[in-house]
């Protein structure tokens, strides 16, 4: 089956350091999310991408966070410096379509600032 | 108010009992709607998902919609340890686009 590729699992860094996380979506799949979770908390959107365009990023904490899917494949999110509230699961997940919202996702990527 | 609102529980049912889940939205103008199930320390996995006002089922989880009351429930009937994880509510379209997700309901099944 068909599966969202994340790397790392698991990230440990300390704060002002810069930390990236990837993804490689389930092939075909034109729109890719990231997510973040806090524990305890719903998944909240950080950047949609369609293609290799970006068509949300208004939670994107842009002062320290960046993304990019330049091939409209896998994709690549960015945390330059990192600070201690970053600590966190990083989920990615993709869908067929923009207008499909049946989201799959990867395996995600927790993250702990220290 | 939150645009989706969970009970965050726990909600503890014994084994072979119908565990109910309860969740609403803001949006009146949201169209459709998602039942993802997360263990702990995993990602979310898309259970069910809804579009018109009814039930819907699928094996042991039912889906029911009713978009007059804003309300979106989960099923699960003859539940199993195996059924213990947090439930994330979710709902799409509307007048924002991206899907949002309530914080979840855990549900504890217990012997």
């Known amino acids: 089956e068909a599966e969202v590729a994340q790397s790392p699992r698991y990230k440990i860094t300390e704060k002002s350091q810069a930390v990236a996380f990837w993804c490689d979506p389930i092939?075909?799949?034109?729109?890719l999310y990231w997510y973040r979770q806090i524990l305890g908390q719903g998944p909240e959107l950080l950047v949609q991408?369609?293609?290799?365009?970006?068509?949300?990023d208004s939670q994107l904490p842009k002062d320290r966070f960046s993304a990019e899917r330049l091939k409209g494949v896998d994709s690549t999110l960015k945390i330059q410096p990192a600070e201690l509230g970053d600590s966190a699961m990083y989920l990615c997940?993709?869908?067929?379509?923009?207008?499909?919202?049946?989201?799959?996702f990867g395996s995600g990527t927790q993250l702990s600032v220290l | 108010q939150k645009e989706v609102e969970q009970n965050s529980g726990p909600l503890s049912v014994p084994e072979g009992a119908i565990a109910s889940l309860n969740c609403t939205y803001s949006?009146?103008?949201?169209?459709?709607f998602f039942w993802y199930r997360q263990y702990s320390g995993k990602s979310p996995e898309l259970i069910m998902f809804?579009?018109?006002?009814g039930d819907k089922e699928d094996g042991r989880f039912t889906a029911q919609l009713n978009k007059a009351s804003q309300y979106v429930s989960l099923l699960i009937r003859d539940s199993q340890p195996s059924d213990s994880a947090t439930y994330l509510c979710?709902?799409?379209?509307?007048?924002?686009?991206?899907?949002?997700f309530g914080t979840g309901t855990r549900l504890q099944v217990t012997l």
């Open positions: 997940a993709s869908s067929l379509g923009r207008s499909n919202e049946k989201l799959f």
């Open positions: 092939s075909g799949h034109a729109t």
């Open positions: 991408f369609q293609d290799e365009s970006v068509v949300d």
């Open positions: 949006d009146r103008g949201s169209q459709s």
């Open positions: 809804i579009y018109s006002n």
């Open positions: 979710a709902r799409g379209g509307g007048t924002a686009s991206k899907l949002t």
